[in-house]
C-alpha cells in the first residue's frame, strides 16, 4: 500500500517533518495561493457573463501549483498540462499578459493562435502547451535531455493530470527519461477525475506513483492539499534531478472543486458529498490555520489580502478589456521572414472578403503585390 506524504493535518497542525520554509516564506506562498483563487474566480465570472472564452479552473489545486513552482530556479523550466498558469504567474509571468491571452487581444503574446487559457511566456522558460493530453511530456523529456547534453544547470518540471497517464505520451516520455537519466520531475496532479472518468477506472494500481518503479526511477505520493509536503516533495525531486539522480514521479493527490473546465458540468459524473467532503480538506484554509498557530497571520488579515488582490485584478482586467483586438495581418506574419506572394494574395482575399461581408474588422491595408 502506497503511503501518502503528509506535513500538514487537515486542521493546519504539524504531523510531518518540520517544515524548512520560514513562516515569512509560508505566508508568501500564501498569498500566490490567494491569487490563483481570486483571479480563476474572476475568469469564470467573465466567461460566464461571454467576455472570454474559456477557462480551466484550479479551485482546490493552489497548493499543488505553489508548493511544485516555488523550489524552482529561475533557469528551470515548466512544461504545463492546463492548469499552470497560476504557477507560471508565481515565476514572472505578467498578471497583464495573462489576462490578454484570455482575452486573445493586440497583447496576448500568442498573437490569438491558441485558445485561450493556453499561456506561455519565454521569460520564464514556460512554453505554450496543447489542449492534446499528454504531449507536453515527451516535449519536456526531450528538452531535459537536450539541457543534460549540454552540460546546463537546468531542472525541467513536467506537469500533467491523471488523464495523461493513460496517454502513449506518457509512457514513452517515462520510458526515455528514466533510461536517460533526464533531469526531470514529473508532476501529476491526481485530482480524482479526467473530465468525468474517475481514477478506479483509469487504473489498477493503488497509486500512480507505483508506476514510476516499471521505468526506474522514484514515485511518491503527497498529500495535494498539504502546501508544505507539496514544496518538501519538490525540493527534494528537484535537487535529486540536479545533482544528476535523474527523473522522479511526484503524484500530488488532490481534487479539482469545479469542472474540468468551463465548458463541463461536473454535477452529471459526481456525487455531491464527494465535493463537500474535499471542500472540508481547502488547501488555502489549511495553510492559513498554520500561520495563524504561527501568530504570522492575524485574524481577518486573509480578508484584507484577497480584496487587495482582487482590486489589483480588476485593474488588469478593465486595462485588458480597452486593448484593440489581434491585428489581422498576424494570421500571416512569423511563418516567413517576409511574407511570400502566395499568402499576400491569400489575405488580401480574405481582407476583400471581410469588409464587404462586415464579418471582421477593417483590416491593416492589403499587402502590395
Same mark, same amino acid.
Given at each position: 500500500m502506497t503511503t501518502t506524504f503528509q506535513i500538514l493535518s487537515e486542521d493546519g497542525t504539524l504531523v510531518g517533518e518540520r517544515p524548512t520554509l520560514d513562516a515569512t516564506k509560508v505566508k508568501s506562498l500564501f498569498v500566490h495561493m490567494l491569487r490563483i483563487r481570486a483571479l480563476d474566480g474572476r475568469m469564470l465570472k467573465l466567461q460566464r457573463a461571454g467576455r472570454v472564452g474559456f477557462v480551466g479552473t484550479a479551485q482546490g489545486l493552489e497548493a499543488t501549483l505553489v508548493g511544485a513552482a516555488a523550489p524552482l530556479e529561475p533557469q528551470d523550466w515548466l512544461w504545463s498540462g492546463l492548469r499552470e498558469g497560476g504557477a507560471a504567474m508565481m515565476r514572472g509571468l505578467p498578471l497583464g499578459e495573462y489576462i490578454a491571452q484570455m482575452y486573445c487581444n493586440a497583447n496576448d503574446t500568442a498573437k490569438g493562435r491558441q485558445m485561450c487559457n493556453h499561456f506561455q511566456h519565454k521569460g520564464t522558460n514556460y512554453p505554450s502547451w496543447s489542449s492534446v493530453i499528454g504531449t507536453q511530456i515527451p516535449h519536456g523529456v526531450g528538452a531535459a535531455f537536450a539541457s543534460k547534453q549540454r552540460g546546463e544547470d537546468v531542472v525541467h518540471a513536467i506537469h500533467f493530470g491523471d488523464g495523461a497517464t493513460s496517454s502513449?505520451?506518457?509512457?514513452? =516520455?517515462?520510458?526515455?527519461?528514466?533510461?536517460?537519466?533526464?533531469?526531470?520531475?514529473?508532476?501529476?496532479?491526481?485530482?480524482?477525475?479526467?473530465?468525468?472518468?474517475?481514477?478506479?477506472?483509469?487504473? =489498477?494500481?493503488?497509486?500512480?506513483?507505483?508506476?514510476?518503479?516499471?521505468? /526506474?526511477?522514484?514515485?511518491?505520493?503527497?498529500?495535494?492539499?498539504?502546501?508544505?509536503?507539496?514544496?518538501?516533495?519538490?525540493?527534494?525531486?528537484? /535537487?535529486?534531478?540536479?545533482?544528476?539522480?535523474?527523473?522522479?514521479?511526484?503524484?500530488?493527490?488532490?481534487?479539482?472543486?469545479?469542472?474540468?473546465?468551463?465548458?463541463?458540468?461536473?454535477?452529471?459524473?459526481?456525487?455531491? =458529498?464527494?465535493?463537500?467532503?474535499?471542500?472540508?480538506?481547502?488547501?488555502?484554509?489549511?495553510?492559513?490555520r498554520y500561520l495563524m498557530s504561527l501568530g504570522t497571520l492575524n485574524p481577518g488579515e486573509r480578508d484584507q489580502i484577497e480584496a487587495s488582490l482582487i482590486e489589483e485584478i480588476d485593474a488588469a482586467i478593465h486595462e485588458q478589456e480597452a486593448a484593440p483586438p489581434m491585428a489581422l495581418k498576424t494570421l500571416v506574419e512569423d511563418v516567413y521572414a517576409e511574407v511570400p506572394r502566395h499568402l499576400k494574395q491569400q489575405y488580401n482575399e480574405f481582407i476583400e472578403v471581410a469588409e464587404r461581408r462586415g464579418d471582421a474588422q477593417p483590416g491593416d491595408g492589403a499587402f502590395p503585390l
Open positions: 502513449n505520451g506518457f509512457h514513452s =516520455a517515462m520510458n526515455f527519461a528514466g533510461v536517460w537519466k533526464v533531469p526531470a520531475v514529473f508532476v501529476c496532479t491526481d485530482n480524482g477525475w479526467a473530465i468525468s472518468v474517475c481514477s478506479s477506472q483509469q487504473t =489498477a494500481a493503488d497509486s500512480y506513483a507505483d508506476k514510476a518503479e516499471a521505468y /526506474g526511477m522514484p514515485g511518491i505520493e503527497v498529500d495535494g492539499n498539504d502546501l508544505l509536503a507539496c514544496h518538501a516533495a519538490m525540493q527534494k525531486a528537484v /535537487g535529486w534531478a540536479r545533482s544528476g539522480g535523474g527523473p522522479t514521479l511526484l503524484v500530488l493527490r488532490t481534487y479539482r472543486m469545479l469542472g474540468h473546465s468551463s465548458s463541463d458540468d461536473p454535477t452529471k459524473y459526481r456525487d455531491d =458529498a464527494e465535493v463537500a467532503a474535499w471542500a472540508e480538506r481547502d488547501p488555502i484554509d489549511r495553510v492559513e
